[in-house]
T-cell receptor, first 115, second 114 residues
Framework: IAGITQAPTSQILAAGRRMTLRCTQD?????MYWYRQDLGLGLRLIHY???????GKGEVPDGYSVSRANTDDFPLTLASAVPSQTSVYFC??????????????FGAGSRLTVL | GENVEQHPSTLSVQEGDSAVIKCTYS??????FPWYKQELGKRPQLIID?????GEKKDQRIAVTLNKTAKHFSLHITETQPEDSAVYFC?????????????FGDGTTLTVKP
């Protein structure tokens, strides 16, 4: 089934540890995004990639890094996790940047708890 | 950057009544305004969207209106049902250097009481 796969589904992590959240899509979408969702704060953009080989910073990029080596994969890395990074992380994608490629498709989310 | 404000944060209605959720945005160049529904523990899913060259769009019980001059847009749900209970998010998508990046409102928790 076409879509976005995120892993892990849930993770508890000690502060200071490095963590990579994986995101893979099989829809050949050019643009991919990472959002974090905190209670009462909606979805906030962490990083994005408009096409393979390019990335950009969103609203809340500090403490996170991304890479886009190919079209399908867009991993999010926390180099040294802190408790404030406890959140639900959603990966999303859309076909491209043209006005006809508007709809965001979301993954199922990764719940991360940093102790 | 773009700023999106959403009201109310919570909304409780009786089954069969209408529900209205409003959003305002700051960047007059934004040109795409989607609405997402998120059920508990699930991913956000698009329910309706509108582009800046359209004033209103309907899909069965759901409608969205856009006022570009005032920079606000609203979601209208008629004949609400218990399965409409969820968190609803509005978003605005930018252009230029913000092309492709959607800014979300903080969400509205809608409860439909049977």
């Amino acid at each position: 089934i076409a879509g976005i796969t995120q892993a892990p589904t849930s993770q508890i992590l000690a502060a200071g540890r490095r963590m990579t959240l994986r995101c893979t899509q099989d829809m050949r979408h050019n643009a991919m995004y990472w959002y974090r969702q905190d209670l009462g704060l909606g979805l906030r953009l962490i990083h994005y990639s408009n096409t393979a080989g390019t990335t950009g910073k969103g609203e809340v990029p500090d403490g996170y890094s991304v890479s886009r080596a190919n079209t399908d994969d867009f991993p999010l890395t926390l180099a040294s996790a802190v408790p404030s990074q406890t959140s639900v992380y959603f990966c999303a994608s859309r076909p491209g940047l043209s006005s006809g490629a508007n709809v965001l498709t979301f993954g199922a989310g990764s719940r991360l708890t940093v102790l | 950057g773009e700023n999106v404000e959403q009201h109310p944060s919570t909304l409780s209605v009786q089954e069969g009544d209408s529900a209205v959720i409003k959003c305002t945005y700051s960047d007059s160049a934004s040109n795409y305004f989607p609405w997402y529904k998120q059920e508990l523990g699930k991913r956000p899913q698009l329910i309706i969207d509108i582009r800046s060259n359209v004033g209103e769009k309907k899909d069965q019980r759901i409608a969205v209106t856009l006022n570009k001059t005032a920079k606000h847009f609203s979601l209208h749900i008629t004949e609400t049902q218990p399965e409409d209970s969820a968190v609803y998010f509005c978003a605005a998508r930018g252009v230029g250097t913000n092309a492709g990046k959607s800014t979300f409102g903080d969400g509205t928790t809608l409860t439909v009481k049977p």
